[in-house]
């Protein structure tokens, strides 16, 4: 399913045509060996990392990559400590250097709060008229004023200091002839107008958005857009004058939506965002019904008319649906210990619980522990898949050697897609699968959570209505 979720998205995003090759090369000793994957983000939706490409570097410390771009976008790179950051356009050549290798410690690798600090990758052949050069000393200038001022702006909510901040940099940056780099000052603008006022957005928006081109990629559209429009359709319904937002969420009327925002003044292409955005919003809320925000999504498969937000809409579909209780469960096809492939397939008469782990996380490895009563007890109706995502596959595999560990263990190191298409960027993660390939339990609960109980009633309820349908059909 996920070879033809990507092939849709590679036909259908503006991202990949006319592009022309960017390389990105250096001499980096402290990572000799490691892999470095270089990513950027596509939309203020779903925010999801796009993967432009990977590289291992070499024994001599070089490494170089080469992937198709179309328009300059900001790239990133994670480098445990760091976020490497870099401002790309196509067809250039950038020789790098990054920053000194250092590793999370334990309490960070385990954290989900931990944010990696931003690394601006070094450009030491490239002239200062650089776009990098411009965007850094931008957004330096602009950290340096909004921190001087921070009780005026945050506090005092005055729009006169705001104004004149802007005016600074607008004096000092009028010059440069980039489309990015004007789309990314207008945004950072945009920002600091909202920061100073959260009560009056409409202003905002009909300055800032309304009738503007959308501009997905770029960064600074997209955070500014998430702040002024995140959970937008569940806020504006609470008004008693849109209740009609509801009544058209819940019976999926895609285009009822966009017609609505339309009739406020929005373009249509930024009509289409904001509802998509308040789609994917409104499904994680509860606020509104499930089954008819999917309904709408599926009406805007042939309503939506903005080439640029088709991928955006197949990406929020693929989400939204594939972890679903009652969905398919995304394929799984990687190596045990012996190098065999395994697959789901393979386990298709059974439940399966699958285990997303790190074995040096304390959480996972007392979670794993906590598995072998649970696999003792239910081993003829349960099976379980225990999937390493570290970087080293080989540390997983003295883990169950030292534990002496019964069920399967699968190498998922270096898999960002599947850990994507299972959301398991935060371990442990746990799902339970029906006999037939479907969710159960998404995310299930740990062992240590009474993962037992609910088990024991999932199975009891799947075998009656196994046996009242085969009662039916005889």
Request: aromatic share 12%; charged share 25%; hydrophobic share 35%.
């Given at each position: 399913?996920?070879?033809?979720?990507?092939?849709?998205?590679?036909?259908?995003?503006?991202?990949?045509?006319?592009?022309?090759?960017t390389?990105?090369?250096g001499?980096?000793?402290?990572y000799?060996?490691?892999?470095i994957?270089?990513?950027?983000?596509?939309?203020?939706?779903v925010?999801q990392?796009?993967?432009?490409?990977?590289m291992k570097?070499?024994?001599?410390?070089?490494?170089?990559?080469?992937f198709?771009v179309?328009q300059?976008?900001?790239?990133?790179a994670?480098?445990?400590?760091?976020?490497?950051?870099?401002?790309?356009?196509p067809?250039?050549?950038?020789?790098?250097?990054?920053?000194?290798?250092?590793?999370?410690?334990?309490?960070?690798?385990?954290?989900p709060?931990?944010?990696?600090?931003?690394?601006?990758?070094g450009?030491?052949?490239?002239?200062?008229y650089?776009?990098?050069?411009?965007?850094r000393?931008?957004?330096?200038?602009?950290?340096?004023?909004?921190?001087?001022?921070?009780?005026?702006?945050?506090?005092?909510?005055?729009k006169?200091?705001?104004?004149?901040?802007?005016?600074?940099?607008?004096?000092?940056y009028s010059?440069?002839?980039?489309?990015?780099?004007?789309?990314?000052?207008?945004?950072?603008?945009?920002?600091?107008?909202?920061?100073?006022?959260h009560?009056t957005?409409d202003?905002?928006i009909?300055?800032?958005?309304a009738?503007?081109p959308i501009?997905?990629?770029?960064?600074a559209?997209?955070?500014?857009?998430e702040?002024?429009?995140?959970?937008f359709l569940?806020?504006?319904?609470?008004?008693y004058?849109?209740?009609?937002?509801?009544?058209?969420?819940?019976?999926?009327n895609f285009?009822?939506?966009?017609?609505?925002?339309q009739?406020?003044?929005?373009?249509?292409?930024?009509a289409e965002?904001?509802?998509?955005k308040?789609l994917?919003?409104?499904?994680?809320?509860?606020?509104?019904?499930?089954?008819?925000?999917?309904?709408?999504?599926?009406?805007?498969?042939?309503?939506?008319?903005?080439?640029a937000?088709k991928p955006?809409?197949?990406i929020?579909?693929?989400?939204?649906?594939?972890l679903?209780?009652?969905?398919?469960a995304?394929?799984?096809?990687?190596t045990n210990?012996?190098?065999?492939?395994?697959?789901?397939?393979?386990?298709r008469?059974k439940?399966?619980?699958?285990v997303f782990f790190k074995?040096?996380?304390?959480?996972?490895l007392?979670?794993?522990d906590?598995i072998v009563?649970l696999e003792?007890k239910?081993?003829?109706?349960?099976s379980?898949l225990?999937?390493?995502?570290?970087?080293?596959?080989e540390?997983?595999?003295?883990?169950?050697?030292e534990k002496?560990?019964?069920?399967?263990?699968?190498?998922?190191?270096?898999?960002?897609?599947?850990?994507g298409e299972y959301n398991a960027?935060?371990?442990?993660?746990f799902y339970?699968?029906?006999p037939?390939?479907?969710f159960?339990?998404?995310q299930?609960?740990p062992p240590?959570?009474?993962f037992?109980?609910?088990?024991l009633?999932?199975?009891?309820?799947?075998?009656?209505?196994?046996?009242?349908s085969?009662?039916?059909?005889?």
């Open positions: 399913m996920h070879r033809i979720l990507s092939f849709i998205i590679l036909s259908l995003l503006t991202f990949q045509l006319c592009a022309r090759n390389v990105i090369s001499k980096a000793v402290d000799i060996g490691k892999e994957s270089f990513y950027t983000y596509q939309d203020p939706v925010h990392k796009h993967e432009l490409g990977s570097v070499g024994d001599d410390g070089l490494f170089s990559i080469s198709p179309n300059t976008i900001e790239i990133y994670d480098l445990e400590k760091y976020t490497g950051t870099l401002v790309v356009e067809g250039r050549d950038y020789i790098v250097t990054l920053p000194p290798f250092s590793l999370r410690t334990a309490i960070e690798a385990r954290s709060y931990f944010q990696p600090t931003q690394y601006w990758l450009l030491p052949q490239t002239d200062n650089d776009i990098n050069f411009v965007v000393s931008f957004i330096t200038d602009y950290n340096v004023e909004t921190a001087k001022n921070s009780k005026a702006i945050y506090q005092d909510a005055s006169k200091v705001v104004n004149e901040i802007i005016e600074n940099l607008e004096q000092k010059e440069s002839k980039s489309d990015f780099f004007r789309t990314l000052k207008m945004y950072y603008y945009a920002q600091l107008e909202f920061e100073a006022d009560r957005p202003i905002l009909e300055k800032y958005f009738h503007k501009m997905p990629q770029n960064p559209y997209q955070r500014s857009f702040s002024l429009f995140t959970d569940r806020k504006e319904s609470q008004d004058k849109n209740r009609n937002i509801s009544s058209f969420v819940n019976s999926g285009i009822a939506l966009v017609s609505l925002f009739s406020r003044g929005y373009g249509k292409d930024f965002l904001v509802v998509l308040g994917y919003d409104g499904y994680y809320t509860g606020n509104f019904s499930k089954k008819n925000i999917l309904k709408a999504l599926d009406q805007a498969q042939t309503a939506l008319t903005s080439e937000l955006i809409l197949v929020i579909r693929h989400k939204l649906i594939s679903a209780v009652g969905g398919k995304p394929a799984i096809e990687l210990l012996n190098n065999e492939a395994i697959t789901l397939e393979k386990y008469d439940f399966i619980y699958i074995s040096n996380n304390p959480e996972c007392a979670e794993l906590s009563p003792k239910f081993r003829q109706a349960l379980i225990a999937i390493g995502t570290d970087v080293n596959f540390s997983d595999v003295k883990l169950w050697k002496g560990y019964v069920w399967e263990l699968l190498n998922g190191s270096n898999k960002k897609q599947l850990i960027n935060i371990v442990p993660a339970l699968i029906a037939d390939g479907t159960l339990l998404s299930a609960p240590s959570r009474d037992e109980s609910a088990f009633k999932i199975y009891r309820d799947y075998n009656f209505k196994q046996q009242r085969t009662v039916k059909t005889k």
